[in-house]
């Protein structure tokens, strides 16, 4: 009976190291230190591996080009991320391809097997499920870094950037109670998404943290989407003790929400405060300017780029997670002290 073929994976299994890893070895890739590179030749030897020459030769071949992977470039948080990365990118005389998801995995799929073909450099993403690891995976093993950006990955370990979301959700809050107000909605995001779930649990803890109970009907969770917050807050304004204050969860929510108290003839802050995770560049000419936590969304797109320049110039170095502080800055939609 004939012997099945060893692949690649086989041969990372019995050295104990990545696929990517075993494919610089086999490109004679010199960043592989001594030690990693004898058990990769040993278990080549071992299994008898006989590496695919055309398809070695073609993950070799790698392009100046990165990919940047978003879930919404209507999003203004995006769009300063965006900058940075090019800004950065083209400094370093590297290309960038902006894929827009939707915040559709089948989206994501199809632009991932297009970075894959294209040879990329390297990959900043922006996932869109925290399952994401079935589609990231096969995309490093074939040699492609990735650096996850605002959004973490159960069982995926990566170089990340993220904000601390928690505490950002925490601060707004926070202010808002200190401005005397009870009744404090929130529009959540997804929870099986990073922000969603963090700023969730922010909101919480300014609730534990002032001994206060939170209120069970004024917490509702939606999309992320201007059209969520927009529902959501006429579900809020529509019980028989709306909420005095709201907390949205990201700017397109808020957008939503202003929309709705503005068609309904709330007045904010008088009736109802609002307040915004994310600044936008108009959020101070709106109708009243919009108290925010502000994101360091251009210092995201920089970092996530940094640790990718670094990722490709030392593939087997340990990965490093960065955590950004927001900012609270306040304006007019949350009131005046005791409102």
Not at 31 to 49: C, I, P, Q, T
Request: a neutral charge.
């Amino acid at each position: 009976m004939q012997r099945e073929k060893s692949n690649i994976h086989d041969v990372a299994r019995k050295a104990g190291v990545s696929s990517a890893t075993v494919s610089r070895v086999l490109a004679g890739n010199g960043s592989v230190n001594a030690e990693l590179r004898g058990r990769v030749l040993d278990a080549v030897e071992v299994l008898n591996y006989q590496p695919n020459r055309v398809a070695q030769s073609l993950r070799v071949q790698r392009s100046s080009t990165i990919g940047l992977i978003i879930p919404d470039i209507q999003n203004a948080l995006f769009l300063s991320l965006v900058r940075a990365v090019e800004d950065c990118a083209y400094a370093h005389q590297l290309t960038v391809m902006l894929c827009n998801t939707d915040d559709k995995p089948e989206k994501e799929l199809s632009y991932l097997g297009i970075m894959r073909a294209q040879q990329a450099a390297g990959l900043i993403v922006v996932p869109t499920h925290p399952k994401d690891s079935d589609m990231l995976s096969p995309v490093r093993e074939a040699g492609i870094p990735i650096v996850l950006v605002d959004r973490e990955i159960s069982g995926f370990e990566a170089d990340t950037v993220i904000v601390d979301n928690s505490y950002g959700a925490q601060i707004a809050v926070s202010h808002l109670i200190a401005m005397g107000y009870r009744r404090i909605a929130v529009l959540a995001g997804p929870q099986e998404l990073t922000p969603g779930r963090k700023r969730l649990q922010g909101y919480y803890n300014a609730h534990r943290e002032a001994a206060l109970e939170p209120l069970p009907e004024l917490a509702r969770v939606g999309t992320f989407k201007r059209d969520s917050g927009y529902d959501l807050t006429h579900q809020l304004m529509s019980l028989p003790r709306p909420p005095d204050a709201i907390f949205a969860s990201n700017n397109l929510m808020a957008l939503g929400s202003l929309r709705a108290l503005h068609e309904r003839g709330s007045r904010i802050p008088d009736e109802v405060a609002l307040v915004s995770f994310d600044d936008m560049p108009w959020a101070e000419d709106l109708n009243p300017p919009l108290t925010v936590v502000a994101q360091p969304s251009y210092e995201m797109g920089q970092q996530a780029l940094e640790l990718l320049l670094h990722r490709i110039k030392s593939p087997d170095a340990s990965y490093r997670k960065v955590i950004l502080q927001p900012q609270l800055i306040i304006r007019q939609s949350s009131g005046m002290p005791g409102h």
